[in-house]
């Protein structure tokens, strides 16, 4: 692995720690064999409150590490937030500790960057479930319930060849490449979402400021899904927090999902269908011919997210 140089490096890795100790160093022997010679680097490891010996591990660590001891833990995301905030690289990478990085996997991340300029956003890739090798991740959309999913769908041949940027709603926060420049302009992650929703929360921000997210298809790597301890325990809390904030954007980007979905059950009746001059939008929609989703489009959309809205309702009542 090289070592810095003796000016600002090229790219700062950042990679928050909560225990896991075996994958982290695993993802670190990837990551140090799959870095290209000659770019020069940081890797800045933050433990949020280990407690199975990774504090004292990464403490005897040296260059290019930058080890930083939390005092408490401030989760993923204020973890994360803490290292960029003290890294020098024109580019982040944000990596999860329970990756293991194949060869090539950085380059076409970096060239997505390169290839969307100024108007780069946050850059994914696809990522297989280490356990399975089942796609886990290939971008995030946006669901019927008005909630974030992954696309689970492995890219065709023909669209990793072809059409290697794949532009996406967001990407996972488990390996992202950003530029710090647009980091620091839109304020890294908010600290409000506990160990989830962050990373779309700071996409959809990305979007609002004229972005593009995107998903580097020839990128490949192995994660082991959900393996820090209590990742999971805050998922209906943060979605929610989510809906509540992007409600309006959240509507807008399901609406062709849903319009698909609901033009594929009333064809199979046409007397289900709306009046002519909306079915027509909806296929000029679904088409991509119009940019703007019709009226039933969103209306079926608010319902469902009203749906979700009432439900956690009850949920935090009780």
Same mark, same amino acid.
């Given at each position: ?11 700062? =890795? ?16 990837? /990551?140090?064999?799959?870095? %290209? ?17 990774? &504090?004292?591990?990464?403490? !005897? ?23 960029? @905030? ?5 580019? $982040?990478?944000?990596? *999860? ?12 991340? /970096?060239?997505?960057? +390169?290839? /969307?300029?100024?108007?780069?956003? /946050?850059?994914? *890739? ?12 290939? !971008?995030?959309?946006? #669901?019927? +319930?008005?909630?974030?999913?992954? #696309? ?5 041949? @023909? ?9 996406? =709603? @967001? ?6 490449? =950003? ?20 990373? =779309? ?11 593009? *997210? ?17 990742? +999971? ?22 609406? &062709? ?6 033009? !594929?059950?009333? @064809? ?5 269908? %709306?009046? %002519? ?20 489009? $969103? ?14 309702? +009850?949920?935090?009542?009780?």
């Amino acid at each position: 692995m090289s070592t810095r140089s003796s000016g600002a490096p090229q790219l700062s =890795v950042i990679t928050p720690l909560f225990n896991c100790l075996p994958h982290t160093r695993v993802m670190l022997e990837s /990551l140090r064999m799959s870095l %290209p010679r000659g770019l020069s680097h940081e890797i800045i490891l933050v433990d949020d409150g280990s407690s199975d010996g990774t &504090r004292a591990w990464v403490s !005897g660590l040296g260059a290019p590490y930058r080890v930083i001891l939390n005092e408490r833990n401030l989760g993923f995301g204020g973890a994360t937030n803490r290292g960029t @905030a003290v890294a020098r690289g024109e580019i $982040l990478a944000l990596l *999860n500790n329970d990756l293991v990085l194949r060869g090539g996997w950085l380059g076409p991340m /970096l060239s997505a960057l +390169k290839s /969307l300029g100024p108007r780069a956003g /946050l850059i994914g *890739n696809v990522q297989l479930d280490a356990s399975s090798l089942a796609v886990d991740h290939a !971008g995030i959309r946006i #669901n019927l +319930k008005g909630k974030p999913d992954h #696309n689970r769908q492995a890219p065709s041949l @023909a669209a990793t060849l072809f059409t290697p940027v794949r532009r996406v =709603v @967001a990407v996972t926060g488990a390996c992202v490449v =950003v530029s710090a420049e647009v980091w620091r302009r839109l304020g890294g992650f908010d600290e409000g979402y506990v160990n989830g929703c962050e990373d =779309v929360d700071l996409c959809l921000r990305a979007r609002e400021a004229g972005l593009i *997210n995107a998903v580097a298809l020839r990128s490949r790597i192995l994660h082991h899904v959900s393996a820090s301890p209590g990742r +999971k325990r805050r998922d209906e809390d943060n979605t929610r927090r989510l809906v509540l904030r992007w409600r309006d954007t959240l509507a807008v980007l399901g609406s &062709r999902e849903w319009t698909w979905d609901h033009f !594929g059950r009333v @064809a199979q009746d046409p007397r289900d269908f %709306p009046d %002519p001059v909306e079915a027509w939008r909806m296929a000029f929609y679904m088409t991509g011919a119009r940019p703007t989703p019709p009226a039933t489009s $969103l209306s079926g959309m608010n319902e469902a997210i009203d749906g979700e809205l009432a439900r956690w309702r +009850k949920m935090f009542s009780d």
